[in-house]
């Protein structure tokens, strides 16, 4: 072996343990860390190589892709070799052929696990004060009292025979009705069955008003579908896309984590500060996770995802329809490679 191959070799074992050990790629170093991959790959009994696109760094440069504006693999592998030349390291190729190759090579068993771990750390370091009462999941009133339900005898078509055995007989449940009024609207009356039993802690109005910001939960959907980009997928196969979203998941929960961290550090409620603005600020500050070049740049990451809220805003209600007018061309509805062959002019139905 030639000196100058012995220092390639020793100055690539370097760039390996540097970017393992520090890598500022995302600002979720404190949850997605290679050991945690690792881990889970361990558990899935698969070996890797060391080479250039390791599994961390794979699933690094596809959270890159899926949370950037342009979403394309040649964007994420470029941003690869800018952190790898700001890190010191020899610059990848630019040929984005090794990337796919990677992300192929990746279990797809590892993107469900990766997003319930994300998922499980991020609900043990929410604090008490954000929690329903703390809680992590006969007439008591008036419209309020307890009911029982029977077991059915026969098991449900839509439940498998191991899950119906393990219900209860019986089951006391708490039956409330109250009324919502909203500006402009007829009152509303509703009926809510809950297991949670106890008047005194949990009273009428409080359930209430849970039930009234459940609309959140459509706002969490739209923040993957439409701020995410997740409506047009870009991978081709069925593996693959199935990889691509589970990575949306993931990169969900992780900006839900810095999320979760400014709420915390400036005195806000989680659900008051923006996604789409949490979003847009992460990607701002992605020059500044590559190079490291100021130590505050975490703290005013979380300063900046702080400072964006967005209003409380019960009842709104949206138009589902576009002001924009679509361009007026005709749905391509063939491979795009048949509709080469046609001559102009012609439908594509």
Same mark, same amino acid.
């Given at each position: ?102 992300r192929k090579r990746l279990p797809e068993a590892l993107f469900p696990l990766l997003v319930r771990k ?41 439940? #498998?025979?191991?899950?119906?055995? $393990?219900?209860? +007989?019986?089951?006391? !449940? =708490? ?5 919502? &009024?909203? %500006? ?35 706002? #969490?959907?739209?923040?993957?579908? $439409?701020?995410? +980009?997740?409506?047009? !997928? =870009? ?5 693959? &896309?199935? %990889? ?48 490291? !070049? ?8 979380? %300063? ?46």
């Amino acid at each position: 072996m030639t000196d100058s191959t012995r220092y390639w070799i020793l100055g690539q074992i370097r760039c390996f343990r540097k970017t393992a050990s520090s890598a500022p790629v995302l600002p979720f170093t404190e949850v997605l860390v290679p050991q945690l991959v690792n881990e889970i790959l361990q558990e899935l009994q698969i070996t890797v190589r060391e080479r250039v696109y390791t599994p961390f760094v794979t699933l690094c440069v596809f959270l890159w892709q899926v949370l950037s504006e342009d979403h394309s693999c040649r964007e994420a592998v470029a941003r690869l070799m800018a952190f790898r030349i700001a890190n010191g390291c020899r610059p990848c190729s630019p040929d984005t052929n090794p990337y796919c190759r990677a992300r192929k090579r990746l279990p797809e068993a590892l993107f469900p696990l990766l997003v319930r771990k994300v998922g499980k750390w991020l609900q043990q370091q929410v604090p008490d004060a954000w929690l329903f009462h703390g809680r992590r999941g006969k007439r008591l009133g008036k419209y309020d009292h307890l009911i029982s339900w029977q077991k059915p005898k026969q098991c449900p078509s839509w439940m #498998d025979k191991e899950t119906f055995d $393990s219900l209860p +007989e019986e089951l006391t !449940l =708490r039956e409330i009705k109250f009324t919502i &009024v909203e %500006k402009g609207k007829r009152p509303k009356e509703i009926t809510l069955i809950t297991t949670l039993l106890d008047a005194e802690v949990f009273t009428t109005e409080e359930l209430a008003e849970l039930y009234t910001i459940r609309w959140r939960a459509e706002i #969490d959907l739209r923040s993957l579908k $439409s701020v995410m +980009e997740m409506d047009v !997928l =870009r991978c081709k196969t069925p593996e693959m &896309v199935r %990889k691509e979203v589970w990575t949306h998941l993931l990169a969900y929960n992780l900006i839900r984590t810095v999320i979760a961290k400014a709420a915390q550090a400036y005195k806000r409620r989680p659900h008051t500060v923006s996604f789409k603005g949490a979003m847009q600020t992460i990607n701002a500050f992605r020059d500044y996770m590559l190079m490291d !070049l100021t130590s505050n740049w975490y703290t005013e990451l979380l %300063k900046a995802i702080a400072y964006h809220e967005v209003g409380d805003r019960p009842g709104r209600y949206e138009p589902r329809a576009r002001k924009r007018r679509p361009k007026p061309y005709k749905l391509l509805q063939i491979p795009r490679s048949e509709a080469r062959k046609r001559k102009p002019g012609k439908t594509y139905d």
